[in-house]
């Protein structure tokens, strides 16, 4: 690539290796991550403005409880093909690309939806913006480019406070914008602020990766090549590593069960939490939102305040295992015990477990990978929980049908304490297992 082919933002990239060289992060490496950061803030300040009212939105397209819970199976099947394709390509051209391909296209799925005249057009929607938001994946390999192993756990959880803080502000926007006379309002303002993303990564966000450290060959599996740009393959390859074959024992196998067990029992909760409470307590939008706000908060202080003292003192692998259990105890409690006062101690546990467990899955998935595949491996445990979130809703919708609107979080609860019981049988601290080597 010649300087006049250099995209913006790499042109001194290869004169500045990642912070995580010397040990520490430099102030230009914590900009960059600062940039990173209010990307993903608005990112998911847009996503989660249509939490609480996309639910209600699909019902005035005559969306039975099936197909409400469907739109998150259709959002998480195409995240599950993407996240891996979108984090190899990332490894091979650079992060910063990937991001500004990814906002851009979540930017669009938004005006779609608000535009939607039929419930196929909702459907097809939310695929497109499964395949965008894959590159959440590509967002934690630019932390890990930046960052000392020993700092990623605290720069993860400062990401995933972005993630708290915009389900923090977005539900409640969503709820105050859910306007009867026009329910496309809190899309349109998605969008909106999409494409403001869009401008403030593309002349922020440097890039991370220098191309003397991008993968130039394809990777292989089984001695089969696997061209980073094949879909179908890289999807084989995240099948391959989360079922067995020749990775079954590794550290990132490990780590990409417990994250598909974990988040078929969250999503199993999610995309029939809206249907439940408008069941058992009459809500609609505008308390689902406030409630999804007081989620974000208790994420938000877990994530940006308290988790790296806790990993600090406990060690990633044992927090892991206490976000596990305080989730499990929430979505039981809210399942079972039908009051105002269940449903926020429940909510603030499953806040709290959330909080907890992200940062610190994510730092053990870094401390598992080379240099060379964090993008890959990334992709491959997000895509274990993208394939989690497509069996969850298929779950939730007959449990809620057939048997009772608080059955999907018992079940999920139920679910989360056999995944801890699988984590601490499987998962090693990094001390063990060591910081790289193990990937897939």
């Not at 290869?14 to 940039?35: F, H, I």
């Not at 803080?165 to 859910?178: R, T």
Request: proline share 5%; hydrophobic share 50%; with cysteine.
């Amino acid at each position: 690539m010649t300087d006049a082919e250099t995209p913006q933002g790499e042109q001194d990239v290869e004169a500045k290796p990642p912070g995580k060289v010397g040990g520490g992060t430099s102030a230009s490496d914590k900009r960059a991550l600062l940039t990173v950061w209010v990307t993903l803030f608005l990112d998911l300040v847009s996503f989660g403005i249509i939490i609480p009212v996309l639910p209600f939105y699909a019902e005035n397209f005559g969306a039975a409880v099936w197909q409400v819970t469907l739109l998150s199976t259709v959002f998480s099947l195409s995240q599950f093909v993407m996240a891996p394709v979108l984090g190899r390509l990332s490894d091979r051209y650079g992060r910063r690309r990937i991001m500004l391909l990814s906002i851009a296209g979540a930017m669009l799925s938004m005006l779609v939806l608000g535009l939607a005249s039929a419930l196929w057009m909702v459907f097809a929607a939310r695929l497109f913006n499964g395949a965008c938001n894959a590159n959440i994946s590509t967002a934690h390999a630019y932390v890990a480019d930046k960052t000392a192993p020993s700092e990623r756990a605290k720069y993860m959880g400062m990401m995933g406070a972005a993630i708290g803080i915009g389900f923090v502000v977005g539900p409640i926007i969503g709820g105050l914008l859910a306007l009867p006379t026009m329910p496309e309002l809190p899309f349109l303002v998605a969008a909106g602020l999409g494409s403001l993303n869009l401008l403030m990564a593309f002349f922020w966000l440097p890039e991370s990766l220098p191309r003397s450290r991008r993968s130039v060959s394809s990777a292989t599996v089984a001695g089969e090549e696997l061209a980073p740009a094949s879909a179908v393959n890289q999807r084989k390859r995240s099948l391959m590593v989360l079922f067995g074959g020749e990775h079954r024992g590794t550290q990132i196998a490990a780590l990409s069960l417990i994250a598909f067990g974990f988040y078929t029992a969250f999503a199993n909760m999610e995309s029939s939490f809206a249907l439940f409470t408008e069941a058992i307590y009459g809500w609609g939008a505008r308390e689902t939102g406030f409630f999804f706000t007081f989620i974000g908060v208790v994420i938000a202080v877990m994530q940006g305040a308290l988790v790296g003292p806790i990993v600090a003192r406990l060690g990633e692998r044992t927090t892991l295992f206490l976000g596990l259990a305080l989730m499990a105890v929430g979505l039981i409690a809210q399942g079972g015990l039908h009051s105002i006062a269940a449903l926020f101690f429940g909510g603030g546990l499953i806040a709290a477990g959330n909080g907890l467990l992200n940062p610190s899955l994510n730092a053990l998935v870094s401390r598992a990978s080379s240099e060379n595949d964090q993008g890959l491996n990334m992709g491959i445990v997000q895509s274990a929980s993208s394939l989690g979130r497509i069996t969850g809703p298929a779950i939730a919708g007959p449990l809620f049908e057939l048997i009772a609107p608080g059955a999907p979080l018992i079940f999920a609860g139920l679910l989360v304490f056999v995944v801890l019981g699988v984590a601490s049988r499987t998962i090693t601290a990094p001390d063990e297992a060591g910081e790289a080597g193990e990937g897939a």
